[in-house]
């Protein structure tokens, strides 16, 4: 019998008002039922989320014993990951070998907000009146609706929720609709780790009835959303109602630049990394190789010959190094962008094609674009493993190519010249520069994007204060009576 998901609302596990298939992307088939919230749930779970704002029990509790209830959640995510990574794999598609590794270190940015919780300090203000004192003291800011994609979608919950919880808000946490079993799951940890009813409320479902109604809510104070910018536009739409802060983690078009000094065995293992990991489904994708004309020739063989001995096969074998895309859905898109890129001129170099076995798998792909002006494949973000292939003759071709998109979240710059590495990546307009190497990551390092890319950071001490709102006290130290205004001196 397929496993059956529910909702976590003030603290309790229920039933959706609704249910829906969830398909395992490596086979095709129904695995399991997912709760569909809908209007009246995501009302409630706010409301608790409010309520619990001026609980005693969490409203009156001090940094530290947050910091605390983090700690244990952390101890019980690298306890669980194991399970969870087996519930992702089998609701995603993504191989056991990433989601294995990704959620064990997950822990980590649990840890890290942990030991933020009791450090997120006010500060004196040392104003020009002599009988004043003033200070600044943080406070959260309210109920958080933290809207997360499904891929990636522990870490992706991490980086808000750590941070949200360390400042003392409570949070409404909407995982996909797309692949939601490893979010239903994790509630499980908050119970156990014993956050107080309504503090935390994990809920998944469908656009009008229930992202719609959690954005645009009366008593949600901040929107963090992680996705695409069509479904951030609606958001940003919604929360013209509430008025609510709103920060943005959304698609990326990454440049991928390789010189001609660059140490080229080392980059074609990065950009296989960069673009082929997860099947290509991440925002910060190096999808867009930019390589030295000089030495295209020898980048591509070494790259073509690398790419025909990735193992593809089932995502459950721990051998696997790829799987199939999330949802057949997103197979289509591919297919049809690709397709137009091949009419608009572009070549096949490897892949281009659906493979004939049963889930959602499309081929390891390689396109040259060298002689097409701005194809499909390399204007938008196809969020699938598909490599748009171009090349430049100079340092300022390669800076002017790379900028030319609407996105701005990440790019990675491969060279051996350390003073050409400084002047490229002042230049580039992405949110995250990785230079020598590409997807690391670390909960001390803020991430985030430019342009189409979204706004605000996540990760690091910055984003806990993104939490937080400030309450500017005045004190009058002196004893004497305050004098009457209306009399004239």
């Not at 019980?76 to 294995?100: C, F, M, S, W, Y």
């Not at 997120?120 to 002599?130: A, F, Q, R, T, W």
Request: glycine share 8%; proline share 6%.
């Amino acid at each position: 019998m397929n496993p059956q998901f529910e909702l976590y609302i003030d603290g309790h596990f229920e039933p959706g008002a609704a249910s829906f298939d969830s398909v395992n992307p490596a086979t095709g088939q129904v695995w399991a039922k997912m709760p569909e919230a809908r209007t009246e749930q995501v009302n409630r779970a706010v409301e608790a989320a409010s309520r619990a704002l001026s609980d005693p029990t969490w409203g009156a509790l001090t940094a530290s014993a947050r910091g605390k209830l983090l700690y244990r959640l952390a101890e019980l995510v690298e306890k669980a990951a194991p399970q969870l990574a087996e519930i992702e794999t089998n609701d995603t598609g993504k191989i056991i070998r990433e989601t294995q590794s990704q959620i064990a270190y997950v822990a980590e940015f649990y840890r890290y907000y942990a030991g933020i919780a009791d450090k997120l300090e006010g500060s004196h203000i040392p104003v020009d009146k002599p009988d004043m004192q003033v200070w600044l003291e943080r406070e959260p800011v309210g109920v958080v609706a933290a809207i997360v994609p499904w891929n990636s979608q522990l870490f992706l919950s991490a980086v808000k929720l750590g941070p949200a919880l360390a400042a003392g808000c409570t949070v409404v946490l909407k995982a996909s609709e797309d692949a939601p079993g490893p979010l239903l799951e994790f509630a499980k940890l908050i119970h156990e780790a014993g956050f107080p009813p309504g503090v935390v409320n994990v809920i998944t479902g469908f656009g009008p009835q229930c992202g719609a109604v959690l954005s645009s809510h009366p008593k949600v104070a901040k929107v963090a959303f992680t996705g695409g910018p069509e479904t951030a536009r609606h958001i940003v739409t919604n929360t013209s109602h509430n008025l609510a802060k709103v920060s943005l983690e959304l698609g990326g078009k990454s440049p991928f630049i390789v010189f001609a000094d660059a140490d080229i065995q080392s980059a074609v293992n990065a950009q296989v990394a960069a673009i082929f990991a997860a099947s290509g489904q991440s925002c910060v994708a190096g999808s867009r190789l930019l390589v030295d004309e000089s030495i295209k020739e020898q980048f591509l063989a070494l790259l073509i010959e690398r790419v025909a001995r990735i193992r593809i096969g089932s995502p459950n074998d721990i051998e696997t190094e790829f799987g199939p895309l999330c949802t057949e859905r997103q197979r289509g898109t591919i297919e049809a962008v690709v397709q137009r890129s091949l009419q608009q001129g572009v070549k096949v170099l490897a892949g281009a094609k659906s493979l004939d076995q049963d889930g959602f798998y499309y081929a390891p792909t390689i396109l040259d674009c060298t002689d097409v002006e701005l194809p499909d494949c390399i204007t938008k973000e196809l969020f699938g493993p598909v490599l748009s292939v171009d090349t430049f003759a100079s340092e300022d071709e390669a800076i002017q190519k790379a900028n030319s998109t609407v996105y701005g979240l990440a790019a990675g710059i491969f060279t051996t010249n350390l003073t050409r590495a400084h002047r490229v990546s002042k230049r580039i307009q992405s949110g995250i520069i990785w230079i020598n190497t590409y997807r690391a990551i670390s909960p001390l390092a803020p991430f985030g994007g430019f342009g189409l890319s979204g706004h605000g950071r996540e990760g690091g001490f910055s984003a806990a204060l993104e939490y937080t709102t400030t309450r500017t006290v005045w004190l009058r130290t002196s004893d004497d009576p305050i004098s009457d205004p209306f009399v004239m001196r």
